[in-house]
């Protein structure tokens, strides 16, 4: 791999006025590593040469918060909002609009916050850098800033001035509706438990009852403490060479002095005995308590920058819960002690390496049965042998995860090298973590009986160890209400009503300053691309097409895969009985949790673990991009294998695919149970995707199917399987096997991404399967669909904040007004809904989404504070239209932000879904270079009379759906009496 500044750059060099400190090959990911150190400033940089067209450029400052009001997650989207050298209104966001960025954020840890950029255009990445570099460290960071981004008072009812108050603020809201979702709560309490001692116990994101006070002056002073060059750590990623880095940044940080950063992160002091905690999360009045209490035991382990350790407490974590049959995960959802299983295992928080198990849908009383069942489970497994081939797969487990090129690939780079740099270590460790995985195989070769040891030493003989039971509480959400309105009646209550005018007169200041968008001269000063600067067509995934006996259509796309293998399947589902669409995702459960033919759900599980990094299961509803009545529904199989697994990988997934048995009883019932449990809290917790699919189901056949399969629908089947499945499980078994009879039958579609070898064996294999195949009809569900419209409803839920949605029939894929559909929400979402719901409204998020394949264009809002206000937002939508005054620039500055939905990083599990995609739905390439070229000549009058067209049409037969809490929906309907919302509770 030839590396230019691998020629022109020697350790000990000084380069711009850095010092080159090492140059290491690492050849396994195709990288050299160049470390330097800014001689003046002691800032330090990274740079990860590789060949790689996806360049990352990213800033981090390591920033231990002093408590809990979230001064470092504020700061975090404070400094975004304006700069010295770029004065205008949230520059982050004006970049947004008009960058082809392949990511753009910032991120807030316990420890660290964030600022990666990536982009595959050179002089994009740059123009980011130049806005990030100015952000962090020269911001404006005004009083007003402060008041948006944190936290600030404002009158409850703006007519009444001197009455009620209330707090609000982006991150005070964000930070409400985290609260919210009992598995954010339960991972909270537990390392504020864990962590009395340390910075690691305090929430570094804000416990919303603590942002109130954060005062300007401590705002200020923490980013005086922490943001400086001497406290920086630059990473870079990709082709770009390292002295154009070095040039960039030469000059900026000349204007520095050294400082001595004080980052003291004390460890932990560890127990002599374990410890005990129970804690509450709110539910509705309406809802049920029997079987809502979380319950998790967290043990602190290690050090997160010890590579050798972290690796073999990872192989430890796959051992014990990596799959289906791993014998602790095994034996806890036997137990029924809960529903299901949490997200479990080994983690890291900041330096801190912890090892959790969690349950949810069990009872209070429960948390002592739940400790003994582990702590006896884990005995047993450290006093028996465990089975070499569970511990092979999991090592095999782990090479996936290291080896494989995966999306936001330069993002994880990053992540790695924070993971031990910022505590003074080798930032190079875990890049080297092949290495570590041969030494961690090598001592269980040398001492079999290595892990049962480690259990012993991390888990069984660990005192530091908290149990801790987070439980349903109906009057939670009162209460904290209560609390939070004496919260503001103490401050509220040393006013002077001059004070409260002065109040209510500053938040509506506010509120107006945030509305009013930068002017074309302010925007003008942000370095931009221009559309001259774009590719003169999209990229293409390289691909050849094979037609196979037996009705197959192999893909094969030739893409850099890295040792890994690739392959997606698509069966079609356009056929599908009416009645068995609702059984669909219980179908998909069985294929990944139950057995196949011969084998127990168990020899499954351990085969997808030995031979493949992964299978899953999903459905997909769309239609074809020439036809809007064409729907093309599908059943996507994905698996990921090694050349050496590549055939009993595939014979594993024949049986799965063409075998599912749902006839083991009681499996089916645990599955069913644990699907329940986690759909109840995915369509709680997870809002605004519950209102959407609500919302969508009236527009068109597709969205009503998605919602059969994938919303409440499903959650009423399973609550009903559950609380009957005596009664209904005979029916479930015959559901799914008829499923399966009919996805064995259909047409099939492939598309890989991999070696030769592993090809032919795929070609060789999915001509036999074809041969197997006898394609048989049913009926087309939604052919004959009526629509339904002006929907208003509203879910009432356990939740603080809103998720407000609106839907609306749209012009499909095909129409030639599409391209200036998709530029004209992308500038709504990030201009009018921006403005009025985030930085007047101070919702956490807003936007607008158009899916031409679907048929619908959405508007919502995301952990909201307002109902009535976010809804008369939309409403007014069509008279914003009337009056903005877009210019050309606008026009082109959408056109260079969204024209990367043309040309992703092709990563290879990305090429191969999307290749497969593509085919399916007849997007060629010469009708994506045509739609290329009418998105790249779009003008302002085309954008304009295509969103006024649609949505002045739209407007009379929309669909809303809210979902929030009980008290803010009711609230909203008596502000709405003319056009009341319909509530019911969600359960």
């Not at 400033?41 to 067209?53: F, P, R, V």
């Not at 459960?589 to 493949?612: C, F, H, P």
């Not at 329940?676 to 369509?683: A, I, M």
């Not at 294999?765 to 197997?772: P, R």
């Amino acid at each position: 791999m030839p590396l230019l500044t691998e020629r022109t750059i020697e350790v000990g060099q000084k380069l711009q006025g850095f010092e080159v400190k090492a140059i290491t090959d690492l050849k396994q990911q195709r990288m050299v590593a160049y470390q330097l150190e800014h001689i003046k400033t002691g800032a330090k940089l990274l740079h990860l040469y590789s060949e790689d067209a996806e360049n990352l450029f990213s800033i981090s400052f390591p920033t231990p918060p002093p408590n809990s009001t979230g001064v470092s997650h504020i700061l975090e989207h404070s400094v975004l909002a304006g700069s010295k050298k770029y004065p205008v209104r949230e520059p982050f966001f004006e970049m947004l609009k008009m960058s082809p960025a392949t990511f753009i954020n910032a991120m807030t840890g316990p420890d660290c916050t964030y600022y990666p950029v990536s982009s595959k255009v050179k002089q994009d990445l740059f123009n980011l850098a130049e806005v990030y570099f100015d952000a962090v460290f020269h911001p404006l960071l005004t009083e007003n800033t402060f008041k948006r981004e944190g936290h600030h008072l404002a009158p409850t009812d703006k007519e009444n001035p001197t009455g009620e108050l209330k707090f609000t603020g982006v991150v005070y809201n964000e930070m409400n509706g985290a609260f919210s979702d009992p598995e954010q709560r339960l991972d909270s309490i537990a390392n504020q438990s864990l962590f009395p001692d340390n910075i690691y116990g305090l929430e570094s994101g804000g416990n919303p009852q603590n942002i109130p006070e954060l005062t300007y002056k401590d705002f200020r002073d923490f980013h005086s403490s922490y943001y400086h060059p001497s406290n920086a750590y630059f990473v870079f990623y990709g082709n770009i060479s390292t002295p154009e880095y070095l040039e960039f940044l030469a000059k900026k940080l000349e204007a520095f002095e050294r400082q001595k950063p004080n980052i003291n992160i004390n460890p932990q002091s560890r127990w002599s005995e374990p410890r005990f905690k129970e804690d509450s999360y709110p539910i509705s009045a309406a809802d049920e308590t029997t079987q809502k209490t979380y319950i998790m035991i967290k043990w602190l382990v290690g050090d997160s920058t010890d590579s050798e350790e972290w690796v073999a407490l990872d192989i430890l974590s796959r051992i014990l819960l990596g799959n289906e049959a791993a014998p602790l995960k095994k034996a806890i959802v036997e137990s029924q002690i809960g529903q299901d299983l949490l997200g479990s295992g080994v983690d890291s928080v900041g330096k801190e390496v912890t090892f959790h198990l969690g349950i949810q849908g069990s009872e209070p009383n429960q948390g002592e049965a739940f400790s003994q069942l582990v702590i006896k489970t884990l005995k047993e497994i450290a006093e028996e042998d465990i089975e070499p081939s569970i511990v092979e797969a999991a090592f095999q487990q782990a090479i996936y995860q290291h080896q494989e090129i995966g999306s936001m690939y330069p993002l994880r780079m990053l992540f790695r090298v924070m993971q031990t740099w910022i505590y003074s270590n080798d930032p190079l460790k875990f890049l080297h973590i092949s290495d570590r995985l041969a030494e961690c195989k090598q001592r269980y070769l040398e001492k079999p009986r290595y892990f049962n040891n480690l259990i012993r030493e991390k888990l069984l003989n660990n005192p530091h160890r908290l149990t801790l039971v987070l439980k349903p509480d109906k009057e939670w959400q009162s209460n904290y209400d209560k609390a939070v309105v004496a919260q503001v009646e103490q401050v509220r209550s040393q006013l002077t009503s001059e004070e409260l005018e002065r109040i209510a007169t500053e938040a509506t200041e506010l509120e107006i300053e945030s509305g009013t968008p930068n002017s074309p001269e302010e925007i003008a000063k942000l370095p931009q691309l221009q559309v001259k600067d774009l590719p003169d067509k999209p990229e293409h995934i390289p691909t050849d097409v094979e037609e196979l006996d037996g009705q197959v259509t192999l893909l094969r796309n030739h893409v850099l895969a890295n040792g890994v293998n690739y392959l997606q399947l698509d069966f079609s589902l356009r056929g599908l009985p009416e009645d068995l669409w609702l059984y669909l995702s219980i179908y998909i459960d069985a294929l990944r949790k139950l057995g196949a033919g011969e084998m127990n759900y168990e020899q499954v599980a351990r085969g997808i673990a030995s031979y493949t990094g992964g299978i899953s299961f999903q459905s997909l509803l769309r239609t074809s991009t020439k036809d809007a009545y064409h729907s093309v529904r599908g059943l996507r199989v994905t698996i990921k294998t090694l050349d050496e697994q590549i055939e009993p990988a595939l014979e594993l997934l024949h049986n799965m695919i063409f075998a599912v048995n749902p006839r083991d009883t009681a499996r089916l019932r645990e599955v069913m149970i644990q699907s329940y449990s986690q759909s109840n809290s995915d369509l709680i917790y997870n809002g605004i995707y519950t209102a959407i699919l609500r919302a969508s189901a009236g527009m068109t056949s597709e969205a009503k199917i998605s919602e059969i399969v994938n919303g409440l629908p499903q959650l009423e089947l399973l609550k009903k399987v559950c609380d009957r499945f005596d009664e209904h499980g005979a029916n479930l078994m015959s559901k799914v096997e008829t499923i399966r009879d009919y996805v064995a039958n259909q047409p099939l579609t492939a598309s890989f991404t991999g070696s030769d070898n592993a090809y032919n064996v795929v070609k060789k294999t999915l001509s036999e399967w074809g041969h197997q195949q006898k394609q048989q009809e049913g009926d087309t569900f939604g052919s004959r669909f009526e629509p339904v419209y002006n929907m208003r409803e509203a879910l009432a839920g356990p939740v603080q904040v809103a998720y407000c949605v609106q839907t609306m029939p749209a012009p499909h894929f095909s129409d030639e007004r599409a391209p200036f559909l998709r530029l004209g929400t992308h500038l709504l979402g990030l201009g009018y809904l921006f403005t009025e719901v985030r930085l007047k409204g101070n919702a956490y998020g807003a936007g607008c989404r158009y899916s031409g394949l679907g048929k619908v264009i959405s508007l919502y809002s995301y952990r909201d504070p307002h109902v009535s206000r976010t809804l008369d937002v939309f409403a007014g939508l069509i008279d914003y239209l009337k009056d903005v005054d877009w210019t050309q620039i606008d026009v082109d500055r959408a056109i260079i932000a969204t024209i990367q939905d043309d040309s992703p990083v092709l990563r290879p599990e990305v090429a191969t879904s999307l290749a497969l995609e593509r085919h399916l739905i007849a997007q060629t390439a010469e009708l994506r270079e045509e739609r290329y070229q009418r998105t790249l000549k779009a003008t302002v009058a085309d954008v304009k009379e295509t969103l006024l067209d649609v949505f002045t049409a739209g407007m009379e037969r929309s669909n809303v759906c809210v979902m929030s809490s009980r008290e803010k929906l009711e609230e909203a309907n008596r502000s709405r009496e003319a056009d009341p919302l319909t509530i019911s509770d969600i359960m």
